[in-house]
Nanobody, 122 residues
Framework: QVHIVESGGGLVQPGGSLRLSCAAS????????MGWYRQAPGKQRDLVAT???????NYADSVKGRFTIARDSAKNTVYLQMNSLKPEDTAVYYC????????????????WGQGTQVTVSS
């Protein structure tokens, strides 16, 4: 069984910063890819940023230059540093952990956290 737990959301003024954390625990010691997605009211869930075991990152165009994703693979933890926040960043942010190896077999299963609310407002 796998548990994905996010923390760090909250209310912040435009231009402010927040840092989200996500820890994966349970039967899988290391996920190939970890990342963040977000969903605003009435909209679909969209990719924010991902990072793989090799450290390769991928960002949505809307957050490039403002958000930074990092991971501690030994702790199966991923972080999202969000700077210069805008009202349009308001959403529920979900942590995703995807892909792992069982011996030489790659298992593409994905796991989601419950989400943490980020509200950017004055």
């Amino acid at each position: 069984q796998v548990h994905i737990v996010e923390s760090g959301g909250g209310l912040v003024q435009p231009g402010g910063s927040l840092r989200l954390s996500c820890a994966a625990s349970g039967s899988i010691s290391s996920f190939v890819t970890m990342g963040w997605y977000r969903q605003a009211p009435g909209k679909q869930r969209d990719l924010v940023a991902t990072i793989n075991l090799g450290g390769r990152t991928n960002y949505a165009d809307s957050v490039k230059g403002r958000f930074t994703i990092a991971r501690d693979s030994a702790k199966n933890t991923v972080y999202l540093q969000m700077n210069s926040l805008k009202p349009e960043d308001t959403a529920v942010y979900y942590c995703n952990a995807e892909g792992f190896y069982r011996g030489s077999w790659y298992v593409p299963d994905a796991y989601w956290g419950q989400g943490t609310q980020v509200t950017v407002s004055s």
